[in-house]
C-alpha cells in the first residue's frame, strides 16, 4: 500500500469511528429519553388515578352527609310527633316532601363504596345498624308505645356512628396523598 492509499484508509476509518460513536450516542440518548418520558407517563397516569379517587371519596362524603341530613331531619320531625308538637300524618306529609336527597343518590353511595372503596363497607355497616334500631321509632308513638328517651339516645347513638363512618371516609384520601 502507498502512503496516499494509507491516508485513505485512515480516514474511512477514523469516518467509520465517528458515524459509529454517534449512532451510538444518538441510540443511548434515544433510549435515556425513552424511560425518562414511560416514567414520565406512569407518574401522570398515577396522579390523575389518585386525583380521580380523591374525587370519589370527596362525592362519596357529600353524598353520605346529605343522606345523613336526610335521616336526621325525618328522626327531628318523629320526635316532634313523640313530643305532641305534630300529628303522625303531619310527621308523613313532610316527609314526603323532602327533597334534599335526591332519587338514586343513595345507590350513588352504595355503589362508590361497592366499586371504589370496598375496605369501609364493614364502617358503613355500622351506620345501617343503627338506623335500623330507629325505624321501630318511625311510626305512630300513639300505637307503638315505644319511649321517647331510647327514641333520643339512638338518635344521638345515630350521630357518634355517622361521625366516625366520616371520619373513615376523609381517611381515605388520606393513602392517596402519601
Known amino acids: 500500500m502507498t502512503e496516499i492509499e494509507i491516508k485513505d484508509v485512515a480516514i474511512i476509518i477514523g469516518g467509520a469511528i465517528t458515524a459509529f460513536s454517534t449512532l451510538c ?23 390523575k388515578n389518585e386525583d380521580r379517587k380523591i374525587q370519589k371519596v370527596e362525592e362519596m362524603y357529600l353524598l353520605f352527609e346529605k343522606w345523613e341530613v336526610n335521616f336526621s331531619n325525618i328522626y327531628i320531625m318523629h320526635l316532634r310527633c313523640y313530643f305532641g308538637k305534630l300529628d303522625y300524618n303531619s310527621v308523613i306529609e313532610l316527609t314526603k316532601d323532602s327533597t334534599m336527597f335526591a332519587p338514586g343518590d343513595f345507590q350513588k353511595l352504595t355503589m362508590l363504596m361497592n366499586i371504589y372503596f370496598p375496605e369501609i363497607i364493614s364502617e358503613y355497616k355500622k351506620v345501617d345498624d343503627a338506623r335500623s334500631l330507629i325505624a321501630p321509632f318511625l311510626s305512630d308513638p300513639k300505637k307503638n308505645k315505644l319511649n321517647v328517651e331510647d327514641f333520643m339516645e339512638l338518635q344521638d347513638n345515630f350521630k357518634i356512628v355517622c361521625a366516625t363512618f366520616k371520619i373513615q371516609i376523609t381517611q381515605l384520601t388520606r393513602k392517596f396523598s402519601d
Do not use: E, G, P, Y
Not at 450516542?25 to 416514567?39: D, G, P, Y
Open 25 to 47: 450516542a444518538v441510540l443511548i440518548t434515544s433510549r435515556f429519553n425513552l424511560k425518562l418520558a414511560k416514567i414520565n407517563i406512569d407518574a401522570q397516569t398515577k396522579q
